[in-house]
């Protein structure tokens, strides 16, 4: 019977978390289940092991939470909700799954060194030894390797095996093998010692049986101790994948000054609710989205839009919270509060692009889907052909056992961290952050690479690029005068020019000289006094204001000006117009080498950026770059990484801003430059640390390089053991054979692993 939910009028929507996810099969799973409720639309992802449910006409949420949660526990997962912003603090499910597996990790590791040591080495041997690797290993095998085994048994109901099979039924298997040895055989002697020899001589030629002589603690223990490495590893990658996300919601203010009756009121931001009147004072973030009721300012937009330039705005005009006042003093009615925001939604883009990228599934468990059922197919049909050929079952259980035992790679859980830690290891020396092994998998086949132009091609600063001088003055004295009265200004295009004339005027005429009666018109200019001259900066409007003639040349320099996507300003001197300055964001000098260096690599590079066509084609043009979107806000960048991915390209995304985080989510790789925000770079799969765009290219090669290197120790590690097999079903396999197979594939997986270290 199909279970139900009470339904009645409302639609819910619940996130959940889920605990106990070992693969991408398991997600599945969990979906199926939640999926098969009356009412429920389900989408369950484990790579950030998190559900998101939509259901139907709810009357009681709380009872439509429990029953998700009952229904998750009962497919054999946990699932609760997620943390609260109010409770944030508190460790959620993944948190405590994180630290119970670290526990695991370390009671193992501190309890198989020396199981591993004594059976290793003879000559550590002592009386009773047998009796004590028991007690050490009995822990690790069942308690630290539960997961395990819990894992095997829910593939085993679904008539599924993944590497977790494999794992548990060799640990197992050498675990029983080894107390029937000590209870009922040999190995229980006090003075049992084992002989360093690597073959034995079978039942089959000598007549008699070894295996009740041989235990496999080391190995139960040792591949249990591995295996948890890896998974932790893999663990601690995930439990950072909402990092973003809360990164990205802490960019909004927390307090807002609310106007009411004439009166200020700080209140948190919380509280706002549409049509309230708040008070913007100049450096504070706008607390929510709105309409400028009054006052006039230039407003950072940047972490929306991804360009440089401020824009200006005045009565009337809409605003965006958590984007910055630069300058004038605002009061703005709330029009969109809490979910309904810009921010809000474009935390749910990165969320809903986290979640529709999906999961890497482990390359182990790509190989045991064909690998496990065909070694237990073996170690079958080893137990039936010696109890056929008349052999006792002490023998056929012996090398059917040990096929088992020598076909579980302890190597198989090197061989994935260890390439890692030390690929990443070296990246993080030259600058490049690798998640995860997902990462790794995902570089290898990119088609695509796309771009943003501000900050990552471009500097993301704003630089006086053109200088117009105009009747009495040179460029010199009207860029000493402009920049005199520029450093009273704030906004970015000020600080350019100031910053310009500083280094250009400084070593030859002094410092600036200070300006006299500054005043900060808002929104459209400055003016003041200048060593006795009166002198205007602005747009062409506020000339007009001033009674400013402007020459007939003016309009067209500034028309090709503002269509490359550059910001001219008006000078006057006296009363008279006395020329133009242009700012702009300018390409960084290792952009066009970088991005042939990603055409080598058999990239195609795409331009993408908020900016208009005109100043995107012109820093294509200088970069050598063909294709170019532009007049993008951040859901035209996802749409368009999604497009191209329609197109059957795989696409990488190297961008730097808050807007660029939903597009680095969505894309097959996202790169993050390191002088970004810090919600770009938790969004991205990899982050540069330097904002050299050449970095992408060592990235992505470093990427594959450590994915080759993962796919080599994966080779070796089944060699080994796979070699092994047919001397383990003729009953010639020794426990010190086990155990040099296992040291040597180790061996082979972390010297192969150390070559990246001179990538």
């Not at 028991?134 to 095997?152: D, E, Y």
């Not at 830690?421 to 998998?441: D, Y």
Request: net charge negative; with cysteine; charged share 20%.
């Amino acid at each position: 019977m199909t279970p139900s939910l009470n339904t009645d009028t409302a639609q819910e929507r619940v996130e959940l978390q889920i605990g106990g996810m070992t693969c991408a099969a398991c997600a599945n799973r969990v979906e199926k289940k939640l999926n098969a409720l009356e009412g429920v639309a389900a989408s369950v992802n484990y790579a950030t092991e998190k559900a998101w449910v939509t259901a139907e006409n709810v009357a009681d949420r709380h009872k439509l939470v429990d029953d998700l949660i009952a229904t998750v526990e009962k497919t054999g997962y946990r699932a609760e909700l997620p943390p609260t912003p109010e409770n944030d603090s508190a460790p959620g499910l993944a948190d405590r799954d994180l630290k119970s597996l670290r526990n695991r990790l370390i009671v193992a590791a501190a309890l198989s060194l020396p199981v591993l040591i004594w059976a290793m080495v003879p000559a550590t041997q002592f009386d009773y030894w047998t009796w004590v690797s028991l007690g050490l290993g009995l822990p690790v095998v069942l308690w630290a390797g539960w997961p395990f085994h819990r894992s095997a048994a829910l593939n085993a109901v679904r008539g599924t095996a993944t590497m977790d099979t494999l794992i548990s039924l060799g640990t197992l298997a050498a675990l029983a093998w080894s107390l029937y040895a000590l209870i009922f055989g040999q190995a229980g002697d006090p003075h049992m010692r084992h002989a360093f020899e690597l073959f034995q001589e079978p039942y089959w030629l000598s007549g008699h049986s070894h295996g009740a002589g041989n235990v496999y603690f080391e190995v139960a223990t040792a591949v249990t101790t591995f295996l948890l490495l890896g998974r932790y590893l893999e663990k601690r990658s995930k439990a950072r994948a909402g990092a973003a996300l809360r990164s990205l919601l802490n960019m909004g203010a927390k307090d807002v000054t609310i106007l009411k009756d004439g009166q200020e009121q700080r209140v948190p931001v919380s509280q706002l609710r549409v049509d309230d009147e708040f008070l913007v004072r100049p450096g504070e973030k706008i607390a929510t989205d709105g309409t400028v009721v009054t006052g006039a300012s230039a407003v950072d937009m940047s972490m929306l839009t991804g360009e440089s330039v401020p824009v200006e705005v005045a009565e009337g005009d809409t605003v965006v919270g958590a984007t910055v006042n630069t300058s004038g003093r605002l009061v703005v009615r709330a029009t969109r509060v809490g979910g309904d925001t810009q921010l809000a939604q474009m935390a749910q883009l990165v969320e809903q692009a986290q979640s529709g990228k999906a999961g890497v599934q482990r390359l182990a468990d790509k190989i045991s889907g064909v690998f496990v059922p065909v070694v237990l197919a073996i170690a079958a049909l080893t137990l039936g052909l010696w109890l056929l050929s008349g052999a006792p079952a002490e023998a056929a259980f012996t090398a059917s056992v040990a096929v088992l035992i020598i076909a579980c790679p302890c190597a198989l859980g090197l061989a994935t961290p260890t390439a890692l830690l030390v690929g990443t290891g070296r990246g993080a020396q030259l600058g490049i952050l690798i998640k995860g092994p997902e990462v790794l998998e995902s570089s290898r086949g990119i088609t695509t690479v796309i771009l943003d132009k501000t900050g990552t091609v471009t500097t993301g600063a704003m630089q006086l690029t053109a200088l117009h001088a105009a009747g009495q003055w040179n460029d010199d004295a009207l860029l000493r005068l402009a920049g005199a009265l520029e450093s009273g200004s704030e906004h970015p295009v000020a600080r350019a020019v100031t910053n310009a004339a500083r280094e250009s005027l400084g070593s030859r005429q002094g410092t600036l000289p200070v300006p006299e009666d500054f005043t900060n018109h808002q929104g459209h200019g400055v003016s003041g006094r200048v060593e006795g001259h009166r002198v205007l900066i602005g747009r062409r409007r506020f000339m007009d204001s001033f009674g400013v003639a402007l020459p007939g040349e003016v309009d067209g320099l500034l028309e090709r000006a503002e269509t490359l996507g550059s910001t001219p300003v008006l000078v006057a001197v006296d009363g008279e117009f006395a020329g133009v300055l242009i700012a702009a964001d300018t390409v960084k000098e290792t952009s066009a080498q970088a991005v042939q260096q990603l055409k080598a690599l058999g990239m195609q590079p795409v331009l993408l950026t908020g900016d208009n066509y005109g100043a995107a084609q012109q820093v294509a043009a200088e970069v050598g770059i063909d294709e170019v979107i532009a007049e993008a806000l951040p859901q035209d960048k996802v749409d368009a990484v999604a497009r191209l991915q329609g197109q059957g390209r795989t696409v990488a995304m190297v961008g730097d801003g808050v807007n660029d985080a939903a597009a680095l989510a969505q894309a097959d790789l996202g790169i993050a430059m390191g002088t970004g925000t810090d919600v770009a770079m938790e969004a991205a799969d990899i982050t540069v640390i330097r904002g050299d765009l050449r970095s992408v290219g060592d990235a992505v090669r470093l990427s594959r390089r450590t994915l080759r290197t993962i796919r080599e120790n994966l080779f070796w590690a089944f060699l080994y053991n796979t070699a092994a097999i047919p001397l383990a079903a003729l009953g010639l396999l020794n426990p010190m054979l086990a155990g040099a197979a296992m040291v040597l594939s180790s061996l082979s997986v972390v010297g192969n692993s150390l070559r990246l270290r001179r990538f």
